[in-house]
């Protein structure tokens, strides 16, 4: 899977670009002049090339992100799922034991033994 980072630093740059021309020209005509309108006015093509820009960015980001999604594991489609016969066969320990025996399990088969109903006798 490719480092997708870069992509993601390079949207959000072009992101925060047309923030800051936006704030600019917010700012400019804000001023109430007719100078801040001409500057705000002027800004606009600015404004289009850097949105234009962040959609690229966006899109390619989006597209690297949805490619890098493709899952390897076909094969795991392919094979046959477990025989729930085997399971039941498995289940085949002891319901009794020895507390002599019980107390050399390890603590995992100890519990595992204890939540399968299994009973201790002296």
Known sequence: MPNLKPYYDAALAADAEVRRILNEMDAAFNEGTDEGKAKALALRPALDEAKTKAEEANKLY???RDASLVNDS????????PDPAKEEQTDASPKVMKRSDFNELPPKDRLAFAKAGGQIED
Do not use: D, E, R
């Open 62 to 64: 989006a597209s690297m």
């Open 74 to 81: 076909m094969a795991a489609l392919f094979t046959t799922p």
